[in-house]
């Protein structure tokens, strides 16, 4: 394929280009098939394809023509800018001989792709594609982090991870702070009134679940007022166990 011919994905126009898009979908599958064939690569497995550069998915081929759709920089790989009728069998050769050096490795079955990646990566046998990849912040984040070489684009996926860890904090210290002080109040509320409808134990306390179910719908609404997702009913429950074990201190 012409470098044109990534212009556009389904019909929409795309900035990174439709051969960026493919390789993303590749790689978001998470795992490769390494058993099914396509006829069009000899019977050659959809993860080998990838690896050698090709997405077998988009690709076509009749008796009299060699149509494979190429990931980035897989053609310039294979020592060509395009297929043309007189190149096109010669390149099917070059491929197959990839694919057979890919055979090699031994890969069976479904296999995540960053393990396969690592092995081809490990034997010398990178894909074409890697260091488009590496140049792609979207591919790049979607690679085994040991295969990537792109500086700014690793610091980028660092503040990323960085970021939700930091949203993620920020929605645990919220809940926690939610606990401490709503969901203590509305305990506190239905033990000064002695817990009723609760049972007492051997212990002369109730249960902490009994508890729970009296006070978790009200935590729920109380919740959904200031805009929190409402906390589970175990998350509830288990501060209430506390709340009660304390009471006896």
Known sequence: MEQSDYDELFGVPSARGVGLEMLEYWLNKEFWDFNRGYFQFDGASEG????????P?????????????????????????RITAENEWHLKDAVDRRISEL?????????????????????????????A????????KRIPAKLRTNIEIIKRISRTASSKGGLK??????????????CRKEYEKFEA???????????????????TNAIYFTVCDKAEEVGMEPPKFLTVEGRVRQWLKNSTK
Not at 196 to 211: H, Q, R
């Open 133 to 140: 990849a590496n140049n792609d912040f979207e591919c790049a």
């Open 57 to 81: 998915e988009n690709s076509m081929q009749t008796i009299d023509q060699y149509g494979p759709a190429f990931l980035p920089y897989s053609i310039e790989f294979y020592g060509h800018s």
């Open 193 to 211: 009134k002695g817990f009723p409808n609760c049972p007492p134990k051997t212990s002369g306390l109730p249960k902490a679940t009994d508890v």
């Open 48 to 55: 080998h394809c990838i690896l050698a550069g090709i997405d």
């Open 169 to 182: 904090r920020a929605s645990k210290n919220a809940l926690t702070e939610f606990l401490n002080t709503v």
């Open 103 to 131: 055979k090699s490795l031994g890969l069976k079955g479904r296999v995540h792709c960053h393990e396969a990646l690592e092995k081809c990566v490990k034997f010398k046998l990178d894909p074409p594609w890697l260091a």
